[in-house]
Every structure is written in C-alpha cells, then in structure tokens.
C-alpha cells in the first residue's frame, strides 16, 4: 500500500451534471477526511468517517454534496447539479485513531481530485 | 473564531541559506497541535513536523523545525539549508479538540520560492 489514493485526478464536467470522486485511504487507517482547496486558499475541511460512520460534517457540505464509506474502506464524494462554484481540488486523508486526547496523529493526503466545473 | 493565520503570500530565498515561515494562531482551548504541510504542484500535502501545546521543546525534523511561542501564539517553521526541491507551497495547520480531534483548520499558505 503505497498511501491514499483518488480517482479521477482530474473532472472537467458541465455545469448540472452529476461527479463521484473516489478515495482509496491507507488499508489500516480507519479515520477519512474530505477537504476541499480553492485556488490560493488552505483546504477546508467538508466531512469525516469513523470507519463506515459520518461523524462530522461541516456547513460547507450543501445538500447537493453526499459522502459515503460503506465498508468503512474506500470513500466516494458525489457533488449533485454542479455548478461552478464547486470547482476546486478535492483531496482526501487518512490516519489512523488517536489515544483520546492526543493531537499529534498525522494525516496522510492523497494527491488530489481537481474538479473544473464549466 | 479558531483560525490560523499566515501573512506571507510568497517568500523567496537562495539556495542554501535558511529561511523562516510565519505561522500565527487563534484557539482558547489549552491542548491543541499545530502542524506544517509541504504541497508541491503535484497538490498531495505532505507532513512535515508537529507541535503539540505542551511540548517543552521546539519540535525538529531534519532540516525542518519549528520556532514555538506560546504567549504569542506563533508557530514558524525555519528551513535550514534550503534546496531547490523545497520550493511549493507551504501550509500551517491547527487540531484542537473544542472542533473534534477530527479535522485539521488550514492557514491560506505561503509559497516558497527557492533560487540558485
């Protein structure tokens, strides 16, 4: 297992239509985020799973967004009824459960779904 | 509002010499991690060093480390002996447990430009 990997790299897609991304965490981390990077800014964090659970989502993740883990391994991230405000690079992480209280777990992103919606 | 802060859109620096990137946060909680991203153009963001709040020393790693004030809740990275595979951009970020342990609150970058 080389590290997190999604799929596509890139989407352009039009306006309206429908995308799925994939994410494919490393085998043993059982935490999965979603970020979402806009040009020039930080990524900002969209969801996160415990295993097959959703345990958090932000405000930034409209109804038009659904995120699942149904076997609590890869991921998929569907964005409904595109529209151009969505593009942006979508990156995923992984990591494994941290001792409560401790902050240090590190992360470990893949490379990145780059989503041009036009 | 938790946020992190980072006020250098662009730094440039020769190779060899070190260099230093400004990191400032926000938090009221006592236990919180700060953390420095590497994101070449490739876009996967790579770890570098972490920072917890009660660590006693400045965080290293390799060429890497972390200039840590507490009472001015500021957390720099220094890059020694620069090269010129370090130029990209170059992210700070903060895990407190108030937001859940969970996700990671990301400064807007500083892109690092290395010379010959």
């Known amino acids: 297992d080389t590290g997190v990997s999604q799929d596509p790299r890139h989407k352009i897609t039009k306006r309206g239509q429908n995308v799925t991304f994939r994410c494919d965490p490393i085998?043993?981390?059982?935490?999965l985020y979603w970020y979402r990077q806009t040009l020039g800014q930080g990524p900002e964090f969209l969801t996160y799973f415990q295993n097959e659970a959703q345990l958090e989502k932000s405000r930034l993740l409209s109804d038009r967004f659904s995120a699942e883990r149904p076997k609590g391994s890869f991921s998929t991230l569907e964005i409904q009824r595109t529209e151009q405000g969505d593009s942006a690079m979508y990156l995923c992480?992984?990591?494994?459960?941290?001792?409560?209280?401790?902050?240090?777990?590190?992360?470990?992103f893949g490379q990145g779904t780059r989503l041009t919606v036009v | 509002a938790q946020k992190i802060t980072q006020t250098q859109p662009g730094m440039f620096v020769q190779e060899k010499e070190a260099v230093t990137l400004d990191c400032t946060y926000d938090t009221s909680d006592p236990s919180y991690g700060l953390f420095w991203y590497k994101q070449p153009s490739s876009g996967e963001m790579i770890f570098l060093i972490y920072q917890g709040s009660y660590d006693q020393q400045n965080a290293t790693e390799g060429r890497y480390s972390l200039n840590f004030q507490k009472a001015r809740k500021s957390a720099n990275l220094v890059i020694s002996a620069s090269q010129l595979g370090d130029s990209a951009m170059y992210f700070c970020a903060m895990r407190r447990p108030s937001g859940g342990y969970n996700k990671l609150i990301f400064g807007a970058g500083t892109r690092l430009a290395v010379h010959p």
């Open positions: 085998s043993e981390h059982n935490r």
């Open positions: 992480a992984s990591s494994l459960d941290s001792p409560k209280g401790s902050m240090n777990t590190e992360a470990f």
